[in-house]
T-cell receptor, first 114, second 113 residues
Framework: NAGVMQNPRHLVRRRGQEARLRCSPM?????VYWYRQLPEEGLKFMVY????????ESGMPKERFSAEFPKEGPSILRIQQVVRGDSAAYFC????????????FGPGTRLLVL | GDSVTQMEGPVTLSEEAFLTINCTYT??????LFWYVQYPGEGLQLLLK?????DKGSNKGFEATYRKETTSFHLEKGSVQVSDSAVYFC????????????FGKGTSLLVTP
């Protein structure tokens, strides 16, 4: 049973470019969570999605960041016009049901903005 | 607000030494508590959890007891191995918040032969 898949594992962008991070949840999981880990910090919740629905985006920056989880395909975290402060590790987690205790994490995408 | 505080690392121990990583929390409700481990280059893996006061979570020789009176969830292992070298994260999740895990900053552990 494959775990949570994220790609790319490493992404380099120049300031002003767009970054697209993809997350495929574990088989049978329909709930996806995105977290960001800044250097020397713990993980911070960004957004929680179900298929075709954003349930909670209280941790998302108000501008430039968006997320989706379409009916088919992976969840996408999109960062427009990246700035150096966006450099971080972005982790995706998934669970089987709403509010399930255990979230299963992917290996993360390390974003570096030059 | 709700938060988790972990002891700062790095923690360096010799193989077979006793491990304690301290974790305390502040929460307005009744949280579930977790320890996650992150091996180099990998994602976080759930190590153990406890959902109510006095519960003890355990896995792979690691233990942590949910202490409501001291708002703590310290991680312990009696005899560490080199393969335990990793970053350990304490986290809480409020039962009425729905979804988000609230993490501490992580504690890096290095076990030397």
């Amino acid at each position: 049973n494959a775990g949570v898949m994220q790609n790319p594992r490493h992404l380099v962008r120049r300031r002003g470019q767009e970054a697209r991070l993809r997350c495929s949840p574990m088989k049978g999981h329909s709930h996806v969570y995105w977290y960001r880990q800044l250097p020397e910090e713990g993980l911070k919740f960004m957004v929680y999605l179900q298929k075709e629905n954003i349930i909670d985006e209280s941790g998302m920056p108000k501008e430039r960041f968006s997320a989706e989880f379409p009916k088919e395909g992976p969840s996408i975290l999109r960062i427009q016009q990246v700035v150096r402060g966006d450099s971080a590790a972005y982790f995706c987690a998934s669970s089987t049901t709403r509010g399930e205790e255990t979230q299963y994490f992917g290996p993360g995408t390390r974003l570096l903005v030059l | 607000g709700d938060s988790v505080t972990q002891m700062e690392g790095p923690v360096t121990l010799s193989e077979e030494a006793f491990l304690t990583i301290n974790c305390t929390y502040t929460a307005t409700g009744y949280p579930s508590l977790f320890w996650y481990v992150q091996y180099p280059g990998e994602g976080l893996q759930l190590l153990l959890k406890a959902t109510k006061a006095d519960d003890k979570g355990s896995n792979k020789g690691f233990e942590a007891t949910y202490r409501k009176e001291t708002t703590s969830f310290h991680l312990e292992k009696g005899s560490v191995q080199v393969s335990d070298s990793a970053v350990y994260f304490c986290a809480l999740r409020l039962s009425n918040s729905g979804y988000a895990l609230n993490f501490g900053k992580g504690t890096s552990l290095l076990v030397t032969p």
